[in-house]
């Protein structure tokens, strides 16, 4: 028997993780940020461990990608950069 799917939605529009055959990048809330993206997201209930999805950031914001030695790597796991800050589609 395999173990169950996490799926994951995202806390302010509801999309899934892996949509259609669709990378989404979700990304957590951590205690770091929960002060500062509770000023910006007006939505009740946000919370450590709350997911967002990349479609709330500035692109140059997820990191997808790094090179090394000139070589492309594209990131199995992205990542927000530091001081990433949710923008768009907010619902407000």
Do not use: Q
Not at 2 to 19: N, T
Not at 66 to 83: A, C, E, N, Q, S
């Amino acid at each position: 028997m395999s173990a169950p799917i996490k799926r994951h939605f995202c806390f302010v529009c509801g999309s899934l993780k892996e949509k259609e055959n669709v990378k989404i990048g979700i990304f957590s809330v951590t205690e770091d940020r929960l002060s500062i993206w509770k000023t910006i997201i007006r939505k009740p209930g946000l919370k450590v461990g709350s997911k967002l999805c990349d479609v709330h950031f500035d692109k140059a914001d997820v990191e997808k990608e790094k090179f090394i030695f000139d070589t492309y790597y594209p990131m199995k796991i992205w990542k927000l950069r530091d001081g990433a800050k949710p923008k768009f589609f907010l619902g407000e």
